[in-house]
C-alpha cells in the first residue's frame, strides 16, 4: 500500500512569509500527526489530527495551525516564518487507536532565510 | 520531559551487540522505538507497555523497567543494516497518545 506522502520535500521561504506543508495519509488512517525535527531538540510534537478534529497540541505558539480534511489529508501552516522555524517537518498517520504504530512521511525540509 | 537516551552515539563491528537505553524522569505508561536512516523517514519497531513483556522485533528486543522508568533496547548479532539513529519516545499516564521523544541514539555499524 501507499506510504504517507509529504509534499513539497523541499521549501525555502523568507522570514515573515507563511507557508503550508501537506500530509496525505496512508489510506484508512484517521490519525496524523505533525512533529518538527531538528538536531538540538530532535522530535517535537506539534499537534495531533483525528477525523477532523485536534485531538492533541505540543508547546508551539499560535503561529503554528493545522487541519484536517474529510479525507484525513492534513495541512500544516505557519505564519511569519522565523529563521528558527529551519527544520524538517515530519507527519505520521495511524489508526489512531491507543499504543497503534505510526507510518512517518519523509518530510518537509523548510529553510528560512 | 525530554526522555535521556544513552549513548548518544556508538560504533559497532558487525556481528556486536548493543544495548541503549531510554529513561524518564516521570512515570512511563508506554515507550515507543523507531529507527531513522540518513535522509529517511523514522521507521517503526516496537511498542513496550507498562506492565507488559519484553518484545523483540528480528534479533531487536526491547525492555520496560517499571521501577527504574526506562526502556532497553538490546541490538545482538548487528547487521549493516541496524545503521542508523533510533529514537525512543515515551508516553505517561494522561497524557495518553502524546509522545514526548529522545534526541536519538547514533548507531554505526561497520564490516
Known amino acids: 500500500k501507499a506510504g504517507v506522502t509529504q509534499t513539497p520535500r523541499y521549501l525555502i521561504k523568507t522570514r515573515g512569509q507563511q507557508v503550508t506543508l501537506s500530509c496525505s495519509p496512508i489510506?484508512?488512517?484517521?490519525?496524523v500527526s505533525w512533529y518538527q525535527q531538528t538536531p538540538g531538540q530532535g522530535l517535537q510534537f506539534l499537534f495531533e489530527?483525528?477525523?477532523?478534529?485536534?485531538?492533541n497540541k505540543g508547546n508551539f505558539p499560535g503561529r503554528f495551525s493545522g487541519r484536517q480534511f474529510s479525507n484525513s489529508r492534513s495541512e500544516m501552516n505557519v505564519s511569519t516564518l522565523e529563521l528558527g522555524d529551519s527544520a524538517l517537518y515530519l507527519c505520521?498517520?495511524?489508526?489512531?487507536?491507543?499504543?497503534?504504530?505510526?507510518?512517518f512521511g519523509q518530510g518537509t525540509r523548510l529553510t528560512v532565510v | 520531559q525530554q526522555p535521556v537516551q544513552s549513548p548518544q552515539a556508538v560504533i559497532l563491528r558487525e556481528g556486536e551487540d548493543a544495548v541503549i537505553n531510554c529513561s524518564s524522569s516521570?512515570?512511563?505508561?508506554?515507550v515507543h522505538w523507531y529507527r531513522q536512516k540518513h535522509g529517511e523517514a523514522p521507521v517503526f519497531l516496537m511498542i513496550?507497555?507498562?506492565g507488559g513483556e519484553q518484545k523483540g522485533h528480528e534479533k531487536i528486543s526491547a525492555s520496560f523497567n517499571e521501577k527504574k522508568q526506562q526502556s532497553s533496547l538490546y541490538l545482538t548479532a548487528s547487521q549493516l543494516s541496524y545503521s542508523g539513529t533510533y529514537f525512543c519516545?515515551?508516553?505517561?499516564?494522561?497524557?495518553?497518545?502524546?509522545?514526548?521523544w529522545g534526541l536519538g541514539t547514533s548507531l554505526a555499524v561497520n564490516p
Open positions: 513496550l507497555l507498562k
Open positions: 505520521a498517520s495511524s489508526f489512531g487507536g491507543m499504543n497503534t504504530e505510526a507510518f
Open positions: 489530527y483525528f477525523s477532523e478534529t485536534q485531538r
Open positions: 489510506s484508512g488512517h484517521r490519525s
Open positions: 516521570k512515570a512511563l505508561y508506554s
Open positions: 519516545g515515551t508516553e505517561h499516564a494522561g497524557n495518553n497518545r502524546k509522545l514526548i
